[in-house]
């Protein structure tokens, strides 16, 4: 372990070289507590920008008033007669892939905001023989709600030991819990076969808890709130966290690392345009200057 971490600290710095190289700043967002770590021991500088949604399946159960909603989305799928299928995409029938497709396309066309490629991915990438795809599915084969799952290896390669979601879509005017109802019945399906763990992943620029003191805090802080703010109507990033508490997870930091201070307004200027795209240079400028 120890030899695989110290690889994963020359990745860092390789990177680093050839970004530096090219002309660019270095940057990594959204990372672990142990990349930061590892960027802190360079120099580097860590901003906390979201937490990840970790849930412990071993020790998972749905009991008590806090799993309620949980309870009742699943006693609703079973009264409406909604199963759940958990297999790759590429294994459903044709009808089922079209449906998958069409749910997404009006999730993005309702958003009025471009879907966010440079994340984890997307109905596309849920094609991958890899990957699993929950789905909410009724007597009449109506797709009501799908989520995608990508496997969590362990350090030392072999079978998944858990799950990250991905992928979350559900049909307009369909079964309310469906969220509810296809996270939870992932949860007990991985749990059965012995998985450890699953990620809800995290919601970029939210997070609930305080951030650690040895982390910097600054003006991109400020920036970066102000971005999730700007962002919620059309992401809901900080109401999707909200929606992953329900779940009980135990919340893992993720980072912004970067090495140098004078390189912060060419990186909130990079996290504006991944977010933003069709901003101008105006826009930018006046959500930078907000609150000053």
Not at 15 to 23: E, K, L, T, V, W
Not at 69 to 74: K, S
Not at 92 to 116: F, L, N, Y
Not at 134 to 159: N, Q
């Amino acid at each position: 372990m120890a030899a695989r971490a110290e690889d994963r600290s020359e990745l860092l710095a390789a990177f680093s070289d050839r970004a530096h190289h090219d002309g660019l700043v270095p940057c990594l967002f959204s990372v672990t507590q142990e990349a930061a770590s590892h960027a802190l021991t360079r120099g580097w500088h860590a901003l906390e920008v979201a937490e990840e949604a970790v849930i412990d399946l071993p020790s998972l159960e749905f009991r008590g008033k806090a799993w309620q909603d949980v309870r009742t989305a699943l006693n609703q799928g079973t009264k409406l007669g909604i199963n759940h299928r958990l297999a790759p995409l590429v294994e459903q029938p044709r009808g089922i892939q079209v449906q998958v497709r069409a749910i997404s396309s009006e999730w993005v066309e309702d958003k009025g905001m471009p879907e966010m490629g440079f994340t984890l991915g997307g109905v596309d990438e849920a094609l991958d023989p890899q990957v699993r795809v929950g789905l909410a599915v009724d007597a009449d084969s109506t797709v009501h709600g799908v989520t995608s799952w990508m496997p969590v290896h362990p350090s030392g390669g072999g079978e998944p030991v858990g799950w990250t979601l991905d992928v979350m879509r559900k049909l307009s005017g369909g079964f309310r819990y469906s969220m509810e109802f296809l996270i939870s019945s992932a949860c007990l399906a991985f749990k059965e076969e012995g998985c450890q763990l699953v990620s809800l992943s995290g919601a970029p620029l939210a997070k609930a808890g305080a951030q650690d003191s040895a982390m910097d805090r600054g003006p991109l802080d400020s920036f970066l709130d102000r971005l999730g703010t700007r962002l919620e109507p059309y992401y809901g990033f900080r109401s999707l966290h909200a929606f992953k508490a329900k779940f009980q997870p135990r919340f893992e930091p993720l980072f912004l690392v970067f090495p140098d201070e004078a390189a912060l307004p060419r990186i909130g200027m990079a996290l504006s345009r991944a977010y933003l795209p069709d901003a101008g240079l105006r826009d930018i400028v006046t959500l930078a200057r907000a609150g000053h």
